[in-house]
């Protein structure tokens, strides 16, 4: 089946710095990838979806200039954490879609911890 | 709003024992219905999903699902349950047709199961 891959798997940094995470379609072009937050003990939360070579589209409430999104080729998006805080502690999860194929696969996840 | 619930957050049950976990949602259209499972420390995989035709659903490692419209349900089902099954169950939607579109989950349900 699709394997999504995502790296790093865990990441620890101090407030205020920013934090990249990469999201990468092994075996198929993703035209689509989304962007997910989970919190402890709570369900995914939709933050973006991210066309390749197109603006991302954020949820209500999630504030882009926050979670830069980057989807610069069929195989690769990136989250970018920009000046980190406690409260973006978090695992956030992203899934990818080939054009015409209904189901998204899933990564495995980043746990990110800001102290 | 679109939502998705999980009636039940934690469910603990024999080897051996039927399960039926249960999913309602609420959305403003025709919906696109799937049943996600996290084992522990591996990525979202998906059992089944539900885009229209026959209402049940067969997935794989044996589980089911109805969509029952009337009562905006699917729940998830499995008549005999093994100690491998243990892991998270998330219930997830989205409007039909939106292959380009995020997913709704619910807060998910932690099965257990004893040997």
């Known amino acids: 089946g699709a394997v999504v891959s995502q790296h790093p798997s865990r990441v620890i940094c101090k407030s205020g710095t920013s934090v990249k995470i990469e999201c990468r379609s092994l075996?198929?072009?993703?035209?689509?990838m989304f962007w997910y937050r989970q919190f402890p003990k709570k369900s995914l939360m939709l933050m973006a979806t991210?066309?390749?070579?197109?603006?991302?589209?954020?949820e209500q409430g999630v504030e882009k200039d926050k979670f830069l999104i980057n989807h610069a080729s069929l195989t690769l998006s990136t989250l970018t954490v920009t000046s980190a805080h406690p409260e973006d502690s978090s695992f956030y999860i992203c899934?990818?879609?080939?054009?015409?194929?209904?189901?998204?696969?899933f990564g495995p996840g980043t746990r990110l911890l800001v102290l | 709003a679109q939502s998705v619930s999980q009636h039940n957050h934690h469910v603990i049950l024999s080897e051996a024992a039927s399960l039926e976990l249960g999913c309602n949602y609420s959305?403003?259209?025709?919906?696109?219905l799937f049943w996600y499972v996290q084992y522990p420390g591996q990525h979202l995989q998906l059992l089944l999903k539900?885009?229209?035709?026959?209402?049940l659903v067969k997935g794989i490692k044996g589980f089911e699902a109805e969509f029952i419209k009337s009562k905006f349900s699917f729940n998830l089902r499995k008549p005999s349950v093994q100690w491998s099954d243990t892991a998270e169950y998330f219930c997830?939607?989205?409007?039909?047709?939106?292959?380009?579109?995020?997913?709704?989950f619910g807060k998910g349900t932690h099965l257990i199961i004893q040997p």
């Open positions: 991210s066309n390749e070579g197109s603006k991302a589209t954020y």
């Open positions: 959305y403003g259209g025709t919906v696109n």
């Open positions: 997830a939607a989205r409007l039909a047709g939106g292959g380009a579109d995020g997913l709704t």
């Open positions: 539900y885009f229209s035709g026959d209402p």
């Open positions: 075996d198929f072009q993703a035209t689509t």
């Open positions: 899934s990818a879609r080939a054009s015409g194929i209904e189901t998204q696969y």
